[in-house]
């Protein structure tokens, strides 16, 4: 994934509020202020500078005073918490995961709302399991309202929560050339040491176990030497150790390229021209920024069907879809895909799907929806 310049040190860059500012304009405290490997909470609060919300991003130890001292109409906007909560410590976890619900509970308590945007339906890295479950389930409850991006990423939700009573869907917008045109497929393998006469697998974006890189590994090896092409690994590793474990993985297996290494913005459109598809193993999912990238940067998708992503991707259309978990299956859709003779026509189909989920009209549900939440109550 990408990465932006984290300014949050300084309250007076990281705030701004509108030309058409009220008497009482809404102030909206998003946390985290910035996602430093993503552009998803720039274009979303980009997209209402013009509008009556007052967007507040500043880094917690500013905002929680902020939110517990300040008066009139406040809200909460949580998108990602759990490096508030989660540690490997479980005496650690429990310390912070009751921090956090404490400090929650007082804002709500001071008449602040709270908004989650559920972009997860558990902790990535879930070392605890009954403390990650306890928090997402106090944090549904005590919230005014939960943002799902899809309908079934609300059944996931309810599946394992109970029920989202004040519940309203918002899509996640797309990426559609955000960063350049996409490139030249030849041009591109070339700059980046990847051979042009074979198919090219990508997977990109943080390495992390809950992505079940190992499953891809393990698929791919499957695949007939002769016509499964190359499969690129590549991004920065927050363990070290699980890299290593990866690339070990790799020794008995011709033609994986595991690369510890960060994608900077203005190489990302290469990557993604240089790959035939853009392959997603994940153990679960509810929304995939990558996702978003590869349809939006026309590029196929062998993803698990998950109800999400099955609204997105159908199978033979924008890509092909496999059992979660299930290494045979991946290995399936692979050669379904390399036996596809119209990648391009597929790529197409993706961008297409893309193209529909704009950031101005997501910008624009996301601020009715603040305008409901302190006008009901």
Avoid at 200 to 222: C, H, Q, S, W
């Amino acid at each position: 994934m990408t990465k932006k310049q984290d300014n949050s040190d300084s309250r007076e860059t990281m705030t701004h509020t509108s030309k058409q500012e009220t008497h009482s304009p809404i102030k909206v405290y998003p946390l985290p202020p910035q996602l430093l490997t993503s552009p998803y909470l720039d274009q979303l609060y980009t997209h209402m500078q013009e509008t009556s919300i007052d967007i507040r991003r500043l880094r917690p130890r500013h905002a929680i005073p902020e939110l517990l001292l300040g008066r009139g109409k406040r809200i909460l906007h949580l998108h990602f918490f759990d490096e508030l909560t989660q540690h490997l410590r479980q005496w650690q976890t429990i310390l912070r995961s009751c921090g956090f619900l404490a400090i929650l509970l007082l804002l709500r308590l001071r008449g602040v709302h709270v908004l989650w945007t559920a972009h997860n339906i558990q902790p990535h890295e879930l070392h605890h399991p009954f403390w990650g479950f306890l928090v997402y389930r106090l944090v549904i409850r005590w919230s005014t309202s939960v943002i799902a991006h899809s309908h079934a990423a609300k059944d996931m939700l309810e599946a394992r929560y109970g029920p989202l009573n004040h519940c309203t869907i918002i899509p996640h917008g797309s990426y559609v050339n955000m960063y350049g045109p996409l490139r030249d497929q030849s041009a591109s393998r070339t700059q980046l040491n990847l051979p042009n006469a074979q198919p090219v697998f990508l997977n990109f974006g943080t390495l992390r176990p809950y992505k079940n890189l190992e499953m891809l590994i393990d698929a791919f090896a499957k695949l007939p030497v002769t016509a499964r092409g190359t499969l690129l690994i590549i991004g920065a590793a927050k363990d070290q150790d699980y890299a290593s474990a990866l690339q070990e993985r790799t020794h008995t297996v011709q033609n994986v390229i595991v690369r510890n290494q960060f994608i900077p913005d203005d190489e990302l459109p290469q990557y993604l021209a240089a790959a035939d598809a853009i392959v997603l193993p994940y153990r679960t999912m509810l929304t995939s920024g990558i996702l978003w990238w590869a349809m939006s940067y026309a590029r196929p998708v062998v993803a698990p069907a998950f109800g999400p992503v099955t609204e997105l991707i159908h199978e033979g259309h924008e890509g092909f879809l496999f059992t979660p978990g299930n290494t045979d299956s991946l290995r399936a859709a692979l050669a379904r895909l390399l036996s596809n003779p119209d990648l391009s026509s597929m790529g197409a189909a993706s961008l297409k799907v893309a193209q529909q989920f704009a950031w101005p009209q997501i910008a624009a549900q996301t601020t009715q929806l603040y305008q409901d939440i302190v006008r009901e109550t």
